[in-house]
């Protein structure tokens, strides 16, 4: 417990990890682009899919709640309803993807986990950034149709990479942790699958933040719910209007990497036995 709260270990957690991924970053870039074209090899539209089905899945959602079931707009808003599910669904999909794939990184690369010179820290994180391509597309085609249907550009974009940074720290610390404990809990991406499935609905991704009440204590407990109200401050509100979440997710992203990264280094060396 002190360990966790140490501010001088948590740094040397960061410094090992990013100090890795550093020295092996040529290889989990081409590991990751090998994971893609893998995935979609054989298929007509081949590696297109791995941008073209989060795209297609966002356009459904954004049918069916706009258009099918609907929700009156809250005064103030300074964009329209399009706008606001994207800048949600966008980071939460490929929070979402990242962990379905954190599960499988190690169990599904069984024949480099047991090579002893291979950094296998960096399967988890290819799947962080398999996933963040996805997100990244969709946010440049937020921002088009934001400047082309508007006519408007804000100054919060620049906090973009900022914002994308904080979030993947999250997605590593999540993805590092879930792959270690998947190693010896084979069911565990079964029941991220239904957990996801059901946060889903636990945050303000289709509807509106309720402003009082019960309902307001059960999505501001929801960390996700702090993942959004950062992006939409970047991506559709043009201002910071939650500078708290800007504070929760920042700490909570530092503190799931801890977390991850420890996690994985402890059960990292009886990977091979039980593989």
Not at 185 to 196: C, N, P, T, W
Request: with cysteine; aromatic share 12%; proline share 6%.
């Amino acid at each position: 417990m002190l360990t966790a709260l140490n501010p001088a270990s948590n740094t040397r957690a960061f410094a090992e990890m990013f100090g890795l991924l550093n020295r092996h970053r040529a290889l989990t870039i081409e590991l990751t682009k090998r994971d893609i074209g893998e995935r979609y090899a054989g298929q007509v539209l081949g590696s297109v899919w791995a941008i073209g089905h989060p795209i297609a899945l966002m356009t459904i959602y954004v049918i069916v709640f706009t258009q099918v079931w609907r929700e009156d707009m809250p005064p103030g808003m300074p964009l329209d309803r399009t706008a606001y599910l994207v800048a949600g669904i966008a980071p939460w999909m490929a929070f979402q993807e990242s962990m379905m794939l954190g599960t499988t990184s190690i169990t599904g690369k069984s024949n480099l986990v047991k090579q002893v010179v291979f950094p296998i820290e960096v399967l988890p994180i290819k799947g962080v950034l398999i996933s963040l391509v996805s997100q990244l597309v969709m946010t440049a085609l937020l921002l088009g149709f934001i400047t082309i249907q508007f006519r408007t550009a804000y100054w919060t974009w620049a906090l973009i990479p900022v914002a994308i940074s904080i979030q993947a720290v999250g997605m590593a610390g999540v993805a590092l942790f879930l792959s270690s404990v998947g190693v010896y809990f084979r069911d565990l991406k079964d029941f991220v699958q239904v957990f996801s499935t059901a946060c889903m609905f636990g945050i303000p991704l289709f509807y509106f933040p309720p402003t009082g009440g019960p309902g307001w204590w059960i999505v501001n407990l929801n960390p996700f719910t702090h993942l959004l109200a950062v992006q939409r401050d970047v991506l559709f509100f043009g201002a910071i209007t939650q500078p708290m979440s800007w504070v929760i997710l920042t700490v909570l992203s530092c503190a799931a990497f801890c977390l991850g990264y420890r996690t994985f280094r402890r059960l990292k060396p009886m990977f091979g036995n039980v593989l």
